[in-house]
């Protein structure tokens, strides 16, 4: 789309301008994706988003099912990320923040045209950083308060619904 088209797409909220988001990033916890998470994964790919999720765990393993599937996912993990190099003076969740801006700057996006959903606390500082924010209860009290909307628990479809909120941020 051009940066014309994108433009006329844009939403007043609260009296500014938000740009149609074009970045998606999300963080995970210890358990796989849910066939219904990687159904609203698919969603977020067709709508054209280019997506990141944030993971502590071994990356290997969420890199192999999002490739099963389909999903044209780019893995941030903690351990291969900026908080991993030499003298990085990043905390965890800064790193987060770090991360998806390169990510960003790496697809010609900027952070305001970023949405995350934050999962878990680590996800709360990247979540702040960006245009738009969601969050699960699980993120803590921080990420609820800044998010727009914030959503139940992944055991409870919230990360399906959190993506489908993304989604109708797009279209």
């Given at each position: 789309?051009s940066k014309?088209?994108?433009?006329?797409?844009?939403?007043?909220r609260?009296?500014?301008?938000?740009p149609t988001?074009?970045v998606?990033a999300?963080?995970?916890?210890e358990?796989?994706?849910?066939?219904?998470?990687?159904?609203?994964?698919?969603?977020?790919r067709?709508?054209g988003?280019?997506?990141?999720?944030?993971?502590?765990?071994?990356?290997e393993?969420?890199?192999?099912?999002?490739?099963?599937?389909?999903i044209?996912?780019?893995?941030?993990?903690?351990?291969?990320?900026?908080?991993?190099?030499?003298?990085a003076?990043?905390?965890?969740?800064a790193?987060?923040a770090?991360?998806?801006?390169?990510?960003c700057?790496?697809?010609g996006?900027?952070?305001?045209?970023?949405v995350?959903?934050?999962?878990?606390?680590?996800?709360c500082e990247?979540?702040?950083?960006?245009?738009?924010?969601?969050?699960?209860?699980?993120?803590?009290i921080?990420?609820?308060?800044?998010?727009?909307?914030t959503?139940?628990d992944?055991?409870?479809?919230?990360?399906?619904?959190?993506?489908?909120?993304?989604?109708?941020?797009?279209v």
């Amino acid at each position: 789309m051009s940066k014309a088209k994108e433009r006329a797409f844009e939403v007043v909220r609260g009296g500014r301008f938000l740009p149609t988001p074009s970045v998606l990033a999300f963080g995970m916890d210890e358990d796989p994706l849910s066939d219904r998470e990687l159904g609203a994964l698919r969603w977020v790919r067709d709508a054209g988003y280019a997506i990141a999720v944030f993971t502590h765990e071994p990356a290997e393993p969420l890199r192999a099912q999002l490739a099963e599937h389909g999903i044209p996912a780019t893995v941030l993990a903690d351990d291969e990320g900026p908080a991993s190099e030499p003298d990085a003076p990043f905390t965890e969740a800064a790193a987060r923040a770090e991360a998806l801006a390169r990510f960003c700057a790496q697809r010609g996006a900027t952070l305001e045209q970023a949405v995350v959903i934050a999962v878990t606390p680590r996800d709360c500082e990247a979540m702040m950083s960006a245009g738009r924010a969601l969050a699960l209860y699980g993120a803590g009290i921080d990420a609820s308060v800044a998010a727009e909307q914030t959503f139940f628990d992944r055991a409870m479809s919230g990360l399906v619904h959190a993506l489908n909120a993304a989604v109708a941020m797009r279209v």
